[in-house]
């Protein structure tokens, strides 16, 4: 185990992230965005703004992902 100088720093920020998407996944991102749209009775949103929450709610209902990290792992 290494030894370093700081302790872990609190992330409480956003942190920005740059990617590229497959043109298919952004085709279904927009098309996502419509029907959730026509759903709520809202304007469809820009497909960029349901990455966030897709991702929240791909973890929150993670099964394997929630044991994992109940799970202690070695140090």
Same mark, same amino acid.
């Given at each position: $185990?290494?030894?370093?100088?700081?302790? @872990? %720093?609190? /992330?409480?920020?956003?942190?920005?992230? &740059?990617?590229?998407?497959?043109?298919?996944?952004?085709? /279904?991102?927009?098309?996502?965005? /419509? *029907?959730?749209? =026509? !759903?709520? +009775?809202? @304007?469809? &949103? !820009?497909? *960029? =703004?349901? %990455? *966030?929450? $897709?991702?929240?709610? #791909? %973890? !929150? &209902?993670?099964? +394997? #992902?929630?044991?994992? =990290?109940? &799970?202690?792992?070695?140090?």
């Amino acid at each position: $185990m290494i030894k370093l100088k700081l302790s @872990p %720093i609190a /992330d409480d920020r956003p942190v920005k992230v &740059t990617l590229e998407l497959p043109a298919s996944l952004h085709r /279904d991102l927009k098309t996502y965005a /419509d *029907v959730l749209g =026509r !759903e709520s +009775g809202q @304007p469809a &949103t !820009e497909p *960029v =703004r349901l %990455i *966030v929450p $897709m991702l929240q709610r #791909f %973890i !929150e &209902t993670d099964r +394997g #992902f929630a044991k994992a =990290r109940r &799970t202690p792992h070695p140090s």
